[in-house]
């Protein structure tokens, strides 16, 4: 790969720069030469009013912004390798499309500058390597350059190596943070669209799990259509929507795609597991409220989803005391379980470490976690119990 480094200046790359604000997108400068976002790149995520103030205000101290760089397509195009954050940072600026903040607390736009700090900005030096290579050498050498700063995620990362019209068409629906459906989507998947979050989640659940995205990406990467990724996603979304009533926080970032896969083909009534959750909720003793929907979606049987508080250190003691004391008077074994068998162990006392605390009455029948619902058995029967 060749590499030649050359010197802009702010107004030359800043030159006939379009920001499209709906979308989120840099696209170009330098009069129309250079693509500011190429497709493979993350979506702009300085504008927070603290990352992009802090490129301008650099630019007025004098400070350098590191280097930039640009891949060479052809001799009238270029498209931006990485920097692409601060030449938006700066275009979006010298465009008025943010506005920094005097010494006075006032806001500025740079229409509003004095002459001199505009021209300081305009003339502001930018160092840029211009790259040629094939495409392997050009992503190969985009990874490099992402090991420092704010890298790139995994998503963004699979989006460069697998860059083309499936790519675009895929963060144009699910990495655009003005998407009417984002508010609905956020009830049941964490993060932002600007840092592909949906778009992720989409493409692992039509792939039915996260290391199978890139060979999914691979195979459709020429692909004219996501039509298959957002039936899919849509048709999660829309399941999940339809068994549980109310929204709840604690919804967001489940595994709502293996959910589907593995309980849509049952029947639910949504009236009823309403019921269920809010009498979950409700509870003192469920410790993970996130388990609570896989919980009720399973048939209510896989308590371990709720980390249900167990009996603590002295009720378990208190209650082996008093057990031990009965069966020593009585001759028999201090696990009522074994106490009425006919095995060896009927009148065996156990030590405390080879029994476990058990509901009498099982928590899922409104049994509660204490002392008076409390008993020890053996190990053996509090396995075999279950919920009977």
């Known amino acids: 790969m060749i590499t030649t480094l050359k010197k802009y200046s702010v107004e030359q790359i800043s030159d006939g ?5 709906l979308e989120g997108k840099g696209l170009f400068g330098l009069a129309g030469r250079l693509t500011i976002q190429p497709e493979y790149q993350r979506n702009y995520i300085y504008a927070d009013g603290k990352r992009d103030v802090a490129v301008i205000l650099s630019l007025l101290r004098g400070y350098p912004l590191g280097l930039i760089y640009f891949n060479k397509v052809d001799d009238n195009r270029l498209e931006v390798l990485d920097g692409q954050q601060r030449i938006t940072s700066f275009g979006r600026f010298v465009t008025d499309k943010f506005a920094i903040f005097d010494e006075n607390g006032m806001p500025q736009y740079f229409s509003g500058l004095a002459q001199d700090k505009r021209k300081l900005i305009l003339e502001s030096e930018i160092l840029v390597y211009e790259c040629e290579g094939t495409e392997s050498e050009i992503k190969e050498w985009f990874r490099t350059i992402n090991i420092v700063g704010l890298p790139l995620n995994d998503q963004e990362l699979l989006n460069a190596v697998f860059s083309g019209p499936f790519v675009t068409l895929g963060k144009s629906e699910f990495s655009n943070s003005n998407n009417a459906n984002i508010d609905k989507w956020s009830a049941y998947i964490s993060g932002v669209a600007s840092r592909q979050d949906f778009w992720e989640r989409a493409l692992e659940w039509v792939s039915k799990d996260k290391e199978s995205i890139g060979l999914y990406m691979s195979e459709h990467r020429n692909d004219t259509s996501i039509n298959e990724v957002k039936t899919y996603f849509n048709t999660v979304i829309d399941w999940a929507s339809s068994i549980f009533m109310q929204v709840e926080k604690e919804m ?12 849509h083909s049952k029947a639910y009534s949504a009236a009823e597991i309403s019921i269920q959750v809010q009498a979950l909720y409700a509870d003192p003793y469920v410790r993970n409220r996130k388990g609570i929907f896989e919980y009720v979606l399973g048939g209510s049987v896989d308590k371990k989803l709720l980390e249900i508080r167990f009996f603590d250190e ?22 009522p ?8 162990n009927k009148s065996k006392l156990w030590t405390i470490a080879e029994m476990d605390a058990d509901h009498v009455t099982p928590w899922s029948k409104g049994g509660a976690t204490t002392v008076e619902n409390c008993e020890m058995l ?10 009977r």
Do not use: M, P
């Open 17 to 21: 720069f379009v920001y499209n604000e």
């Open 378 to 387: 053996c190990k053996t029967h509090n396995r075999a119990k279950g919920n």
């Open 337 to 344: 379980n074994c106490a009425i068998g006919n095995d060896v």
């Open 252 to 263: 967001r970032g489940l595994d709502w795609g293996r959910f589907y896969e593995t309980y």
């Open 314 to 335: 002295a009720t378990k003691r208190s209650t082996f005391e008093k057990q031990t004391q009965s069966a020593k008077r009585k001759k028999i074994s201090n696990c």
